[in-house]
């Protein structure tokens, strides 16, 4: 009987029948996960009718989940269709948080890719897959475009020969009834489409040189190559980072090229001695890396769930709500907890967190360990990480600006300084329906002194400050009164990031008929200062594991 694939578990789960599922799973909560994979695998957009489509659920229950996730913050209504937002990373976060191995390597994949200027990952092991939890890209126009969190299978990668070389005779077997099924790819959504049957046979990886003999090579050179497996051009030498602690593969660092850039070959010559330097540093972090300190764990989670199903009635699906917040009980520090550590972190009940736990442990999100604590596994990054870790902060930024637009009815827009830091450049705005109103385009540049995003992003940036940047730090916003156009007024905020700096500034603009200088500061700062809050709540989360680019 063929393996099966987190697909096939999502449907047999939904239909409610043959899926070995504990009697305690809560429905509610597979149909949610269900519903947050769908619209990963789409790249974060579907409409709710596609939705329908692609899980089999009638319209009524797609549009309770997606209400309810739309109530977490977790996806929002664009139109006709429902989209993934950045608040939704927080499960991801909480995964890569309690992995740790981000946090401790991605300095050193970042440096190897600076200095080799090539591509740069790290992947950890999902079953019979491997699954990206770093990746350090080189901007060019023909660049390797696998996000965190995509899934690929193991034979078609070189980490997954090396992780292969541990995998037990259960695991080969879970390999194996994979293959024999004819749509083994379904569970991997980011593989690229072979687009003929032949590819693989006419690439250098041919029929004869199986996956298993792979396997044995990886296991006695100590590294492997990935010589165009995934896609024709594509190569990639790796080199697993053991745990000090255990000596197995913790995760595989990877250098990824084109066969226009380096060979196979040229990849074991050139740059596999300076890999291997590189994930010998890494393994000494880990030696010398300082037991982690657990940080703060949610609260009022329950409190919060209910009340929200007190104010939306039916609408709103409690047990989806709570169960998703058992995700966000883990984390650094608190890598494996037991059922009353997560009980006492979310605020629920024994009950309802041991049944969120077995249905997470059935859905592959969360593995159960004899000490009878648990952990999350690296399919937690399925529920909406990859389409969202490439993100930019003007697209971030985006449906705020626009919901800031359509409350104040002024238009809005966000900023970053120029290189030399004399100029703005406009990143993305949003306008309005009247018919005297700023229109500044995308790509525009201004004098930074002479407008209010640039003083504010000048106040954060000039040393020595004159005393009317001194005046926009300490006041925290910036107003300009026609001096850049006669009547011409604007007021701006600014846009920080995880550390406090400030990387942009967000704006309001107006007629000097329309708002007096009092009404910018009463009327259109509170709202604005709200909107930044938005801003950086979602770029904080998403900048979590994720390089957000301000423009």
């Not at 300190?293 to 699906?317: M, N």
């Not at 525009?444 to 040393?463: F, H, K, M, Q």
């Not at 005046?471 to 600014?494: C, F, H, K, M, N």
Request: with cysteine; hydrophobic share 40%; aromatic share 4%.
């Amino acid at each position: 009987m063929p393996a099966m694939t987190a697909v096939d578990a999502d449907a047999r789960a939904l239909a409610g029948a043959g899926t070995g599922a504990p009697v305690e799973a809560v429905g509610p909560l597979v149909r949610g996960v269900a519903v947050l994979r769908r619209l990963t695998e789409a790249g974060g957009t579907l409409s709710p009718s596609a939705l329908e489509r692609a899980t089999g659920l009638a319209r009524s229950t797609v549009d309770r989940i997606t209400g309810t996730l739309g109530r977490m913050g977790y996806v929002r209504l664009d139109g006709r269709d429902v989209v993934l937002t950045p608040r939704v990373m927080e499960l991801g976060n909480a995964c890569l948080s309690a992995l740790r191995l981000p946090a401790l390597l991605d300095t050193r994949a970042d440096a190897l890719a600076d200095e080799l200027d090539e591509s740069v990952s790290l992947a950890v092991a999902d079953l019979d897959g491997i699954r990206f939890i770093h990746q350090a890209t080189r901007r060019r126009a023909l660049s390797v475009s696998f996000r965190i969190g995509d899934l690929l299978p193991a034979e078609r990668t070189a980490p997954g020969a090396l992780f292969a070389t541990e995998w037990t005779e259960q695991d080969w077997t879970r390999w194996r009834e994979r293959r024999s099924d004819e749509g083994q790819t379904e569970s991997f959504p980011a593989l690229p489409p072979r687009t003929e049957p032949a590819a693989a046979a006419s690439s250098p990886a041919s029929s004869t040189d199986s996956f298993m003999d792979r396997v044995e090579r990886a296991r006695r050179n100590g590294w492997a190559v990935d010589d165009q497996l995934i896609e024709p051009g594509l190569v990639a030498v790796s080199v697993p980072v053991r745990d000090p602690g255990t000596g197995r593969v913790a995760c595989v660092a990877s250098v990824v090229s084109h066969t226009s850039r380096h060979s196979a070959a040229d990849l074991r010559t050139s740059l596999l001695p300076r890999l291997r330097t590189a994930v010998e540093a890494m393994e000494s972090d880990l030696r010398t890396a300082p037991a982690p300190e657990p940080g703060p764990a949610p609260a009022g989670l329950a409190t919060w769930t209910t009340a929200s199903k007190h104010e939306l009635g039916r609408d709103f699906v409690e047990s989806l709500a709570r169960g998703l917040t058992v995700l966000t009980a883990f984390g650094e520090g608190r890598a494996a907890l037991s059922l009353t550590e997560v009980a006492r972190a979310t605020g629920l009940s024994r009950a309802t967190a041991r049944r969120a736990l077995l249905t997470h442990e059935h859905l592959g999100l969360v593995a159960a360990h004899p000490d009878r604590t648990f952990t999350l596994t690296p399919r937690v990054l399925d529920l909406g990480y990859p389409p969202l870790s490439r993100t930019s902060l003007p697209r971030l930024a985006e449906p705020h600006l626009r919901a800031l637009a359509d409350a104040v009815r002024e238009p809005t827009a966000l900023a970053v300084l120029t290189g030399d830091g004399k100029e703005i450049q406009y990143t993305a705005g949003a306008g309005t329906s009247r018919v005297l109103t700023v229109r500044i385009t995308v790509g525009t540049r201004l004098p930074a002194t002479a407008t209010s995003l640039g003083r504010v992003l000048l106040a954060d940036t000039t040393d020595p400050l004159p005393p009317e940047l001194a005046e926009v730090r300490s006041q925290g916003y910036a107003l300009v009164d026609e001096e850049l156009e006669t009547g011409l007024r604007s007021i701006a905020v600014p846009v920080r990031d995880r550390t406090g700096r400030t990387v942009a500034a967000l704006n309001v603009s107006t007629h000097a008929a329309r708002r007096t200088l009092r009404d910018c500061v009463h009327d259109l700062l509170p709202a604005l200062r709200t909107t930044a809050d938005h801003i950086q709540q979602d770029l904080h989360t998403a900048s979590r594991f994720t390089h957000v680019p301000p423009s």
